[in-house]
């Protein structure tokens, strides 16, 4: 009996019992994201959305913009409601950073924005990543790309690139276009929703307390 014949009949005597198919050595293990079980309003901002209907994203002003030297650019710092940005994507495991250039909102205030660029510090064989965001109402929102700003307010790029912090390995950096800064807003939301536990999401409590189990063996247990 050749391979395929035998993964058949593995799946359907499973499916013949109302099982799920049994992992084999092949199979594909997906990722998990594990979210901190405290201060998920507080990390993740779990009561705001993340986007609005005509594809605008929200950003929280986390540190408003400091009072800018001669020459110098207003810039806030912020972060996206409801997302994830991980190690592996050019996180930390908490919500995904957000530069707001132009905006003098103070902390607290909720920016709905146009998401234009996608800065990243490649440092010591790691990457961190922040979005541009340009708020909508603010002194860029007719623009629609990081170089026609900076074109019209040279020296913001190096700005973005010093709100990174200083390095003492060096550090290089790198500039994305907008169709690759939704894509990581996406999958950052994407993989806070993944992982997030609604009340919804979790098995009803029986009169003892305990999680209670499906009568046959078809049902779906929610969290198993």
Not at 17 to 30: F, I, K, R, S, T
Not at 67 to 72: E, N, P, Q, S, T
Not at 166 to 186: D, H, I, M, N, Y
Request: aromatic share 6%; net charge positive.
């Amino acid at each position: 009996m050749n391979l395929m014949n035998r993964s058949s009949l593995r799946l359907v005597f499973a499916l013949g019992l109302g099982m799920a198919p049994l992992a084999h050595a092949a199979d594909p293990v997906p990722p998990s994201i594990q979210l901190p079980t405290k201060d998920l309003e507080k990390t993740f901002l779990v009561s705001l959305s993340p986007m609005n209907a005509d594809g605008t994203v929200n950003v929280l002003v986390d540190q408003p913009s400091a009072k800018a030297k001669k020459g110098g650019r207003a810039v806030a710092l912020g972060r996206i409601p409801r997302s994830f940005l991980g190690k592996d994507k050019g996180g930390s495991g908490q919500a995904l950073w957000a530069y707001l250039p132009g905006s003098a909102a103070p902390a607290g205030t909720l920016v709905r924005g146009r998401a234009l660029a996608l800065v990243t510090r490649s440092l010591a064989g790691k990457a961190e990543c922040r979005v541009v965001v340009v708020p909508m109402d603010g002194l860029y929102g007719p623009y629609t790309s990081l170089d026609q700003i900076e074109k019209a307010a040279p020296g913001l790029l190096a700005e973005l690139q010093a709100g990174f912090g200083p390095a003492k390995e060096g550090g290089t950096f790198s500039v994305q276009g907008r169709k690759e800064t939704l894509r990581l807003v996406g999958d950052a939301i994407s993989d806070f929703e993944g992982a997030f536990i609604k009340d919804a999401d979790k098995r009803p409590l029986d009169k003892d307390g305990n999680p209670m189990l499906y009568k046959w063996a078809g049902a779906r247990n929610i969290g198993e």
